[in-house]
């Protein structure tokens, strides 16, 4: 492993660290600033809506600076968003909050993910799921964080702040050791509408990223909520996600070889289906965790697959593959918030959820028209 590839390891186990302790402490938040479900939706639309909005500005910065620099500066804003939020007291200041912790997740995400692409390139090898599952990981261990600090009765206020400082610390000792800028960085990071052939694997990245997004995003609040389970418990259910995600995304490459993407697109699809049925049917502590467990196995290997499609599509450049493929699944991500966030108002949680299984019966359905690709 090269000190590009490991400091690539180190950004997204930061990354995934940001969004774990971020959506395991939004039960938290939410009872700390009396949001209902529509408003918590809005807080979660803010987020997605400013990542994706910040797909152009991580292109701008990589043009200039490389694309060690918008990694490093994203990965910055969004610890810094983090700790802010502990301090927040009131719904519009949370949205100011979230609007920077969006900006900065999308430059980050991006920069990393071309990072990703030009490593595959340049050393011919399958990275991205490896580096994905390094994202779990880091989701796992900060979930993993805020289940010990509510555990121990720790506050907002000491556990945001410690966890952003160390999370600055690793990123400023990882990004100079990241690749210098190339052109494939820059044309990389930008909106872009898919047509033709990338349609396809477009609708399939909004639908995994859908999933992944509400299941990131709202498996504490159902544990928290319907389910009634302590603060420490609802973020297991993150816990249980991340960590079933980080190990299946450890076989995702050798998966997708035996079975080529149709198949595992099927076979993701209908794990997803089962566990999310699992969870909202049963509204039960033990099958919820196990049922959200099951949802990222389903996530696991899609989404890293579906980046590799893109870029190797024929006809269509690199670039332009994985900018419309990571442009669906950022809209993917946009709209779960506030469609389960006010779907809930109407008639509850563990309804709104039941649009995962709607989405992953779009990937059994689809997903086996996109054949064998490797």
Known sequence: MTRAHRALVAGFVVLGAIDGVWVARLPALKQKLSLDSGRLGIVIFAVSAVATLS?????????????????????????????????????APMLLVACGLGSGIGVADVAMNAHGVELERRTGRHLLSPLHAAWSFGLLGGSAVTAASAAAGVGLQAELPAVAVALVLVTLVAAPQLLPGTAADVQTAHLALP???????????????FVESAAMSWSAVFLSGPVGASA?????????????????????????VRWGFGGLARRSGMVTCVGTLLAIATRATAPALVGFALVG???????????????????????????????????????????????????????????????????????????SRR
Do not use: E, H, K
């Open 297 to 371: 196995i389903g996530c696991a290997a899609i989404v890293p697959a579906l980046f590799r499609i893109g870029a190797s599509m024929p006809g269509i450049s690199q670039s332009a593959g994985v900018a419309a493929v990571a442009t669906a699944g950022y809209t993917g991500g946009l709209v779960n918030g506030p469609a389960i966030g006010f779907v809930a108002r109407g008639v509850g949680l563990s309804a709104a959820l039941g649009l995962l299984v709607v989405a992953g019966g779009v990937i059994i359905v689809l997903g086996p028209r996109l054949g």
């Open 195 to 209: 047509r033709g052939a990338l349609a396809l694997p477009a609708v399939l990245m909004f639908c995994a990223f």
């Open 55 to 91: 797909l152009p500005l991580a292109g701008w910065l990589a043009a200039r600076r490389g694309s060690r620099g918008p990694a490093a500066i994203g990965l910055v804003l969004a610890s810094g968003a983090l700790a802010a939020a502990a301090f927040v007291p009131s719904f």
């Open 232 to 256: 420490a418990v609802a973020a297991g259910a993150v816990v249980a996600y991340a960590a079933a995600m980080g190990v299946a995304r450890l076989f995702g490459d050798r998966l997708l």
